[in-house]
């Protein structure tokens, strides 16, 4: 067989010259049998002849001259070929097994240098989540012995709850990777460390700073620490409740007993972190019941061991101020009232002439039809005096007023309008009291 590339002549059938190293295609040879592949002729001539196969020949001259040139034009260049700019017909099977070594350790390391960017561009795009898991979590701070909680999520979302830990204000923050300072809407918390310990530090205009620690534990040891022992705190029953506002539109207030410094700690920062919870909140009506609960921060009570007594109490509405649209709705011991302090109003009353007698003889009750809450309340009294001038007794009739009635009036000083003789009868002296004829909206008061 005969190389095409280096014109080498081959009789062992080798399907690779051993000079260039190029693959010799395999060809057809006239044999006997036409179609009959060397290998295969090979084969039946070794069956056939019992032979083994003959030697290869050796190379030609011309052969032999062109491998030396080559040696020789490798020897001038003082190192091998790269493999790269090796002609096909100058590659060897040795050279070609060290291209695809080579081929290899240059994919591994390409491989390994997209491995360093990829980790280089998480760590640098991530940068921002890392940041944010240093302040995101739970932060506790304590204000006027009440123990506040302030949550930050990994978006720097801000949940401040105060007290009982169930209600709560949501803000937004943004956190300065650079300063390491969150923005509050305008409120500023520098990250930094107290007593050895992470915390959120919020300095105001006047110099004073309120520090968040990233436990409850730490931040009540930073406030005073907290003492041992059990304690217990009644709630609801110990609990003040006040009512204001009109009967119908009525609210309530509800608040614990202020625990002074003699109490514990423990039972001070419970205390303060109670919330009471109504049913019926508006709306209340003298009369009305609804159900107290109350809320508290369960995790603080358990941490400073302090059991507390929560059961639901019923309450009873009273004391909503009532207004009167008519003389009947008075309450009777409201009108006792009324008339023992017009009587003595009209006892208290002088004039320069000497009184010989006092006494109360009607009382009237005035609602003004456009406004039912504008009430008014007028007492007659009869007069008699002597009158130094003309020289004689003397009677005369004399309105006393208060305005303004309703259940819960604190006073009840009637003031007096003194008028000039004529006046007698208690009739005129009620139409002298009103301007514009609004005695006719006037109810006479049973004072028998």
């Given at each position: 067989m005969k190389c095409k590339y280096c014109g080498y002549e081959d009789h062992s059938f080798a399907k690779v010259c051993p000079i260039c190293g190029e693959a010799v295609e395999e060809q057809t040879v006239g044999v006997r049998n036409a179609g009959i592949k060397i290998s295969e002729a090979k084969k039946v001539d070794m069956k056939t002849a019992g032979t083994k196969a003959a030697e290869p020949p050796q190379l030609s001259r011309e052969t032999t001259?062109?491998?030396?040139?080559?040696?020789?034009?490798?020897?001038?260049?003082?190192?091998?070929?790269?493999?790269?700019?090796?002609?096909?017909?100058?590659?060897?099977?040795?050279?070609?097994?060290?291209?695809?070594?080579?081929?290899?350790?240059?994919?591994v390391l390409v491989g390994i240098v997209m491995a360093l960017i990829c980790i280089g561009g998480i760590w640098f795009f991530a940068g921002d989540l890392f940041k944010s898991a240093s302040i995101a979590g739970d932060w506790y701070s304590i204000h006027n012995d009440t123990v506040y909680h302030m949550k930050i999520s990994s978006s720097y979302a801000v949940s401040v709850y105060e007290r009982d830990d169930i209600n709560f204000e949501t803000m937004q923050g943004m956190w300065n990777q650079e300063s390491n300072v969150l923005d509050i809407e305008g409120q500023i918390y520098s990250l930094s460390e107290v007593n050895g310990e992470k915390a959120l530090v919020n300095t105001d205009w006047d110099g004073s700073s309120e520090y968040w620690f990233n436990s409850l534990e730490t931040c009540l040891k930073n406030n005073g620490g907290f003492e041992s022992g059990s304690y217990l705190l009644t709630l609801l029953n110990k609990c003040e409740i006040s009512f204001f506002g009109d009967n119908g539109e009525g609210k309530c207030d509800i608040w614990h007993p202020t625990l002074t410094e003699d109490n514990s700690k423990n039972l001070i920062y419970v205390a303060n972190s109670l919330v009471y919870h109504d049913d019926r909140t508006e709306n209340l009506s003298n009369g009305d019941k609804f159900t107290l609960s109350v809320t508290y921060n369960k995790k603080l009570a358990e941490m400073l061991n302090v059991e507390v007594e929560d059961e639901p109490r019923e309450i009873t509405v009273e004391g909503l101020t009532e207004y009167y649209i008519s003389a009947s709705d008075i309450p009777k011991k409201l009108v006792k009232k009324l008339k023992k302090?017009?009587?003595?109003?009209i006892n208290a009353f002088n004039d320069w002439n000497e009184i010989s007698s006092r006494q109360l003889v009607k009382m009237y009750f005035y609602v003004n039809p456009e406004n039912t809450k504008e009430t008014r309340v007028v007492a007659i009294a009869k007069i008699s005096y002597f009158d130094d001038f003309f020289g004689e007794a003397r009677t005369q009739y004399l309105a006393f007023y208060l305005e303004n009635l309703t259940s819960n009036t604190e006073d009840f000083t009637f003031r007096s309008r003194m008028f000039s003789s004529g006046l007698n009868s208690a009739e005129e002296a009620l139409d002298a009291i009103f301007y514009n004829g609004e005695e006719e909206y006037c109810q006479e008061i049973n004072i028998n």
């Open positions: 001259e062109i491998k030396e040139s080559r040696e020789a034009k490798d020897k001038e260049a003082g190192e091998e070929k790269p493999i790269e700019n090796i002609s096909p017909k100058d590659k060897t099977p040795l050279q070609e097994d060290e291209k695809e070594k080579t081929s290899l350790a240059s994919k302090n017009a009587i003595k109003s």
